[in-house]
């Protein structure tokens, strides 16, 4: 058979004739496009020699189809396929079919069947919306072109060819794992030696594979609640006893409700989806827990590298002395998830299990990319991109903190995440989430609904997660203002405004008073403290932070009735033009369109020892 | 945390000093190799600050560290790391260290543990051995660099990157499916729909998908007996029963035994492993058992491009009109098996709970290759490289097949295969399979016992699969001759040979009498006939195969007593020189060496009308 020739064959036994067959095979052919677009047909004579006909019996199929409109003969070329009869087809494109509901044949053919994925999912087109605050969407204009290219290039070498295009059995680039031996795991403490580490397609299949080997119905196992639906999933098709173990500011709780686990899913270093990295103490405290009870533990470690705030913690399996951790983490974040390359650190025994079944699912990952990843790390690229990207997210994620903490105070929602690639804001009350996020993106603005992450009803009202991931650094704080609106048009009549607000309007010299020498006690968004001191001398000093880790300083003045402020730093060094009222010692600043914008509690500062009985408490609350 | 830096965490709860534990982290980083080679420690200065402990301390520990000789000081240089302590390290390099026996602890941890290969496993430097017969391992030299690159290149565009980089969830490559549905399936007379065909990571993960979802242990399964035993492995962990099916001449046999299966997986392009081609009329009686008892059917096409003595057959899916065949097939015998590159093709509601359960799995098969591959397909290279291979491997099965039948008469199984990449032999009986295995190896040759393809009792004794994907053609002949050398070798009294043979030994005159104007009628390798005509002038006329398909002409004359015929084509157009026997009719030729080459019955030729009352029958047993 010549390359790229159609095999026909033609049934004997049917009752149909040969040209009839003919001519049904070719329509086929034709309108599933498996005949491909500007192809000649094969001559009759080539035809008929290929089926072992009478040539007339393919001209006369041959003749029929023109006469039908299926095929069009060019003059002195010969036959061609008429694509207007394939253009009118409707759904030719092969647009997948709707979802139908299962017929009954199958519905009993499939064993175990996966329930629907009630999660959330992003549109493929998400680079297209102005403002997709989507997590994991990898931003492909972070991608190393030049660098991945070079290493293709090394791996396409005919010695590299040599080495990957083989049959291996089960075993993986041994470049490969030297690397992430030697590269990767040091930068989270980890010491491996290489039977410890077995690549995978994926994170995914790293848990996968540990839920295989590891569980059954009789295993309890503990998940973060909330938590990764997958991992949910994987685990339910095993049959385990799940406990929902609720998650604190330091990550994981660690009580008694894991004592008769046997396995303890984790992802410490933020916790999926809240972001919250796991304190040292509570690590510890879980690596205890997991010896007491001789339990394991799965260290789903998929960010690695995005502290922002703090210096990075050692990753649980560092901490293990008794090989208790199975450690997973992959590259998608780094080197784009289109890749799918992970890789799993645990005790030999459980590497050479997982290795067989690894083998049985799919043998090993692509050879051809595990030595092309072999050779961006080996040439240093890893590291300064891995620079380059932490620094880009760095910056998106505070752009993002800052932009919330301006204009969503009040839907943030306090989460004290130190990094990672999301943050939480709590929508509109008394909405459906679903509803907001398909407004949002009416908008142009992608937000995560969180609801799915929860297993039990635990679920907070209308919370979303905003991403960084896939949105421009630029893009971030228009976005917000944007979701701001949205949430204020949603609700209009329910927020806040200078008009409907309870308080005085203070202007002219009343403001001045009330305001000078003073401090502002109020609480930013995630729970950080923050005071303001509205110096005598037109002054701003500001500290906020837990350990006052953050300061900046700035001037305020009084002009139309409003009051101004300007921070070298803060809400991005531009003047601010509010509305004040007072309400008992509450003061409350309005933008120029009568949203509120802060709330604080507003202090006479001491040094003047004036009298300053106001009682604090009662009516202060702020969230 | 600046990049490549090994991230030491030090416990303040440890019993240990912080300089103890400084040290300890460094012993361990230096004798695992996780601190590269020739890389300059950090100063005291810049370690201390980067740990919070006095300088000091960081000082004395490595003070401590070149007193033992595992750091080196170099003037004006820094700290190193002393590489001999490394090299004096017995197996540092990670070579595995040998399977130990599970410890209790992690037997009961394990879930469906699986149960240790009995596999043959071919030598990872096979490559190095002179004559390696090995099926499946792939060809290295026949890698289409040139042309893979060029793909490689395009799908490294930014606008491709942009494509494949990305989080799609768990679709595939669109353009990949094109060409799948319009380059490769028409070749096997499949047309298929888009929502029809899903990637895998190679056929291996196929077969996972189509058990997980299909078979649970009260789904009877037929398979192959003789067959893949990885496929029985993936059925035995779901706990199916499983029905072995005899295999003959035209493929798995189609009978009664089938009656109660839902399931029936078979190899029908080249059975594994006799590499049979299933007949067209069992392909048709397989299609309609399934349909009387509602059965579905895995067809297995992992060879599809191989059928080297005729046309190819189209595959069971393509005569399948009630979607009863789940079809699937790899690039890998192509593309190498390094890139892993497989797909599936079934009905729209197969499909679609692959995909589910693929996602759960791996989420997609690495989306960079699915691009590259897809323009190595768009650019033609596919057709024309599967020619060139098609090619290659033809040559190599006909020189393979030639050579057996000239040196391994004895020896050759019957198996009437019409392609595929392996041909079988048996071997001396009564010897130890993986004895003689072991004993090819150290003469260069490798083999392949069938033994384990076996899942009852009724392996053939000692018998191998000669494979060509992996032996230039040239060194063929040589390889089955020293083979022949060594079975003779390990069967020392038991051959026969010129010197013990029966019959008498023909010379001269008696030896020209006896040969003239006879038919020599004997049987092939692989049970061909094969009749050659001894023409009075000297001519020969050989006529071989059941259809008379092979054809060759020669001379043949005597000198020195022996006989001397020389083909055309046939034994490489080199002049055989023969010892020559007769015993009753049968004649018996032996080599120089004294070892028997032919054996067959002679037959004076009936133009004459001369008394020619022989019986044929009786002792002219041949194989």
Redesign the interface.
């Known amino acids: ?1 010549a ?7 033609l ?1 004997p ?1 049917s009752e149909l004739s040969l040209q009839a067959q003919i001519r049904q095979k070719l329509v ?2 034709i309108m ?5 677009e500007g192809r000649r047909l094969p001559s009759s004579r080539k035809l008929s020699e290929q089926l072992g006909v009478a040539r007339n019996t393919v001209v006369l199929a041959y003749q029929q189809l023109v006469d039908e409109g299926y095929l069009i003969s060019r003059e002195r070329s010969g036959l061609y396929v008429n694509e207007k009869v394939r253009q009118d087809r409707v759904g030719f494109e ?1 647009a ?2 709707p ?1 139908r509901t ?2 009954p044949r ?1 519905r009993e ?6 329930t629907p ?1 009630a999660e959330f ?2 549109p ?1 087109n998400w ?1 297209q919306y102005p403002y997709p605050f989507i997590e ?3 931003d ?1 204009s972070l ?1 190393p ?1 030049k660098e ?2 070079e290493a ?1 290039r090394l791996a ?1 070498g ?1 010695r590299e ?2 080495e ?6 089960d ?1 993986d680039d ?1 470049m490969l ?2 690397q992430i ?3 990767i ?5 980890i ?5 410890e580490i077995l690549v995978t ?2 994170t ?2 790293a848990l ?1 594979l540990a839920v ?5 119905s009789k ?1 309890p196992v503990a998940v973060e609640e909330p938590g990764y639906p ?1 991992m949910r ?2 685990l339910a ?1 095993r049959g385990a006893p799940l406990v929902y173990q609720p998650v604190d500011e330091e990550g994981m709780l660690v009580d008694e409700r894991l004592d008769d686990c046997q396995l303890i899913y984790v992802t410490p270093s933020h916790q999926t989806p809240t972001a919250v990295t796991m304190s040292m103490e509570r690590r ?1 405290a879980l690596l205890e827990q997991a010896s007491r009870q001789d339990a ?1 533990i799965i260290e789903d470690d998929f960010e690695f590298e995005s502290n922002y705030l703090n ?2 913690h ?1 990753a649980l399996r ?2 293990d002395s008794e090989d208790r951790v199975i450690y997973m983490s992959c590259l998608s974040k780094v080197l ?6 992970g890789f799993m650190v645990a ?4 590497i ?2 997982a290795r ?2 690894r ?11 595990q030595r092309t990843v072999a050779f961006f790390l080996s040439l ?1 690229h890893y ?2 991109f ?2 380059h990207l932490h620094e880009t997210f760095r910056e998106r994620w505070i752009a993002l903190r800052r932009a919330l903490n301006y204009y969503m105070l009040f839907y943030a929602e306090l989460a004290p995440a130190q990094g990672g690639s999301a943050l939480w804001v709590r929508g509109p009350e008394d909405l459906d989430d679903t509803f907001v996020a398909k407004e949002a993106a009416r908008r142009g603005i992608l937000i995560e609904p969180v609801r799915h992450y929860y297993a039990t009803d635990h679920a907070p009202r209308n919370c979303f997660r905003l991403g960084i991931t896939g949105i421009p650094v630029e893009r971030i704080r228009e976005g917000v203002l944007q979701l701001r609106d949205l949430f204020h048009d949603l609700t209009a009549n329910k927020t806040e405004t200078f008009a409907d607000a309870r308080g005085e309007h203070l202007t002219g010299e009343a403001l001045r008073a009330a305001v000078t020498d003073t401090t502002m006690i109020c609480i930013i968004a995630y729970g950080d403290p923050c005071t303001i001191e509205i110096c005598p001398d037109g002054d701003l000093v500001g500290i906020a932070g837990y350990s006052n880790e953050d300061r900046d300083s700035g001037q305020w003045w009084i002009a139309n009735n409003r009051w101004h402020r300007r921070w070298s730093r803060w809400a991005w060094g531009e003047t601010g033009v509010y509305d004040v009222r007072l309400d008992g010692d509450i003061i409350k600043l309005f933008d120029e369109d009568g949203w509120l914008i802060d709330r604080a509690i507003l202090r006479r500062n001491r040094r003047d020892d004036a009298a300053d009985n106001d009682d604090p408490g009662g009516d202060t609350e702020l969230a």
């Open positions: 058979m390359p790229n020739e159609t095999l026909i064959y049934d036994d086929d052919a599933l496009g498996t005949f491909p092969g997948p079919p979802e299962l017929s199958w053919r499939f064993k175990g069947r996966l994925d999912s992003c493929p680079q994991g969407q990898f492909t991608y072109v991945w290219r293709s396409l005919v060819i040599n990957w295009a083989g049959e291996t059995g075993a041994p794992i030297e031996r030697t590269h795991l040091p930068r989270r403490g010491q491996a030696r290489p039977e397609v994926g995914q299949q996968y295989q080997l590891l569980v059954n295993v997958e999933r994987l098709r510890r394991l210096a990075p050692p560092s901490l784009s998830p289109g890749l799918r390359l005790a030999p025994e459980v050479r299990e067989k079944l083998r049985l699912m799919v043998r090993h990952p692509p050879l051809n990319n240093g590291d300064t891995l620079m």
